[in-house]
């Protein structure tokens, strides 16, 4: 019951991190760029997030509701003023590039905010928890699962049934005969940067609600997106939902075997993925 | 069709030299034998606090040549290099306090833990691709972290002291301190420079101009990048072997702190990407900013940061490269220049 138990949370805390991975699937996918960025981005949305939540007294859906449309802008703002100077074969540039913003947020997020750890309010909504096949679960997890697994399925759909999906998985194929039909590949950019980072802006607010966030913690977090996309398999938005899954999971295994274990537990299973099948569970060869 | 014969000795060719070295190099070679007396000598000349600031100098320079040599011409970029420091610098310390091994010997039986560890750390990291293998270095050096925070023997997360260098009079530890410089620039730079300039080099220099093309004219790219990862993580563990004896302590946070990825990005970046020049030149500014604004803690960094990206977005050559574009006077010279003999060409 305790291993079924542990199981269960993995895959509720899978849920919170497949938000944090499907955004750094699509960017990579579209433009083969990782930003560096990604997790501080989630902190700094946060940050926000619960600034607006103290000062104007709005609860979480509100705060969520003002943050994913700040965040689409911060994408697109993103990469037309960086991501699209440094886009190209070589991925130096754009690795620099995000690099040194990273730094930069990290250390303008320590000083506007302090080091402190902090969460959002959510009136009560944090600690319900309800009762499922004999175990409880917390309403707030499974409210996260619930939104991942939309957000995937809308992303999914959104790529294979809409004509803008057409154009970004043209571009992602081959970026200059996508252009020859008409395709412009920095407006495809654009919009890829700004879903991916705009999906961040859920993440944001589920993140400060289940737990504390501070400004050093983006690395973590661009970390665990990271190893989802690689034990899923990169190249397809499901995979990178289910890598969040086993990634989830062996954390919450580890961290029953012994506190201290549970993230590296992580590390090494997306170690084993890449020495075993280094494309990935779903990925093709 | 007659095979045309292509060795120097046929007089239908004309008869050439190869200059490697030039004039500037020359005057920067002899500047540089004169540093390195002057890092053997410094306990003559110099105070123990000036020989630390020296000593933490030396390591920025050794670091962020190592991240040069990877990402500069392997085409390799890491932000994990702090994992091989720390592995060496705890290896130094297990040996030294817990084994009794002579703490000078020591350092370099502790550069065998980062060569070990670096051959299965690339046999899994090169199978991710471009910007996916720099993210996958910062989990390496975190699994390194995580790892050291739960062994008993390392102490786990309250760390270990250099109780054993007790036994070493000021001035002893002065001297040591003193020669493991001079070893760390001359083993970095020095031999940089040296494998730069031989068969290997250009077979490197090749690789970074064009991947592909390399491997078509016989290069064996993937055995070099593995030999430049295995000499970096070597390197890396060498400066921090040297850095914690001279701290005389280490603990999980600090012995695998990315910041020293973070400087030495912005040292090479900044100074000028795969050139030895861009290194010494970009670690003098970073030393430099450091000591006159590092009183402002996160604003400064902020400023380092919008450095680095700028020198990503408009200059991504740096500052060496906006001087040699200027001037052709290297300090290190690595390419070949064929003269033509002079009797042939009057």
């Known amino acids: 019951m305790q291993w079924f138990d542990a199981l269960v949370q993995g895959v509720l805390l899978g849920g919170m991190y497949a938000q944090y991975a499907l955004g750094m699937a699509l960017m990579f996918g579209v433009m083969r760029i990782v930003n560096v960025s990604h997790g501080d981005l989630v902190i700094l949305l946060s940050l926000i997030g619960i600034s607006l939540a103290t000062s104007f007294g709005l609860g979480p859906f509100w705060v969520m509701a003002a943050l994913v449309p700040l965040a689409v802008a911060m994408g697109w703002i993103l990469q037309k003023v960086i991501l699209n100077r440094v886009v190209g074969d070589d991925p130096l540039p754009s690795l620099i590039a995000t690099f040194g913003l990273s730094l930069a947020l990290q250390n303008l997020m320590l000083q506007i905010w302090s080091a402190n750890s902090r969460s959002l309010p959510g009136g009560g909504i944090e600690s319900r928890s309800v009762e499922v096949a004999g175990i409880y679960v917390g309403l707030l997890p499974v409210i996260v699962l619930v939104f991942a697994t939309a957000l995937t399925l809308c992303l999914d759909l959104m790529l294979k049934r809409t004509r803008f999906g057409r154009a970004l998985r043209a571009a992602a194929a081959d970026v200059e005969a996508a252009a020859m039909t008409g395709i412009n590949p920095r407006a495809v950019y654009a919009s890829a940067t700004a879903i991916a980072v705009g999906i961040l802006g859920f993440a944001a607010v589920f993140q400060s609600l289940r737990s504390t966030v501070a400004p050093a913690d983006g690395g973590a977090q661009l970390v665990y997106a990271f190893e989802a996309v690689i034990i899923g398999g990169m190249g397809s938005v499901w995979g990178a939902f289910i890598g969040s899954m086993v990634l989830g999971i062996s954390q919450a295994i580890g961290f029953r075997i012994d506190p201290g274990f549970g993230v590296l537990a992580g590390h090494l299973v997306f170690l084993l993925v890449l020495a075993t099948r280094p494309q990935g569970l779903f990925g093709k060869s | ?346």
């Not at chain 2, 064009?210 to 593995?226: E, H």
């Not at chain 2, 910041?259 to 290194?279: D, K, L, Q, R």
């Open chain 2, 1 to 346: 069709m007659t095979s045309v014969p292509l060795s120097p000795t046929d007089a239908t060719l004309p008869k050439v030299t190869v200059r490697r070295q030039t004039a500037s190099g020359r005057v920067a070679l002899t500047l540089f034998v004169i540093a390195l007396i002057a890092l053997v000598a410094m306990p003559w000349w110099a105070k123990t606090g000036t020989i630390r600031m020296i000593l933490e100098l030396c390591c920025y320079i050794a670091v962020a040549q190592m991240w040069n040599m990877l990402a500069g011409y392997a085409g390799l970029v890491s932000v994990g290099q702090q994992a091989f420091m720390g592995a060496a610098g705890y290896a130094m310390f297990v040996l030294a306090q817990t084994f009794g091994v002579n703490p000078f010997l020591a350092i370099f039986l502790s550069l065998l833990v980062p060569a070990a560890l670096a051959v299965p750390c690339y046999l899994l990291l090169h199978r991710l691709d471009g910007p996916y293998f720099a993210i996958g270095t910062w989990v390496v050096a975190e699994v390194f972290r995580l790892v050291a925070s739960n062994m008993g023997w390392l102490n786990a997360g309250a760390g270990m002291s250099l109780n054993v260098m007790k036994d070493y009079s000021g001035f002893e530890r002065n001297v040591a301190m003193s020669l493991l410089c001079a070893l760390l620039i001359l083993a970095t730079i020095g031999g940089s420079y040296w494998f730069l300039r031989s068969r290997y080099g250009l077979a490197l220099i090749a690789i970074r101009d064009n991947p592909v093309a390399a491997a078509s004219q016989g290069v064996n790219v993937g055995r070099l990048r593995f030999m430049i990862y295995v000499a970096a993580a070597v390197g890396c563990g060498l400066a921090g072997a040297v850095y914690f004896m001279a701290q005389l302590r280490i603990n999980p946070p600090s012995a695998f702190d990315p910041m020293w990825s973070n400087v030495a990005i912005f040292i090479v970046m900044v100074g000028g990407i795969a050139s030895i020049e861009g290194v010494l030149i970009g670690t003098l500014i970073y030393f430099i900013a450091d000591r006159w604004f590092g009183e402002y803690g996160a604003s400064y960094f902020v400023v380092l940061g919008v450095m680095t990206v700028l020198v990503a977005l408009y200059a991504r050559t740096g500052i060496w490269g906006a001087i040699s574009k200027r001037w052709d006077a290297p300090w290190f010279p690595i390419s070949r220049h064929l003269i033509l003999k002079a009797e042939d060409r009057a």
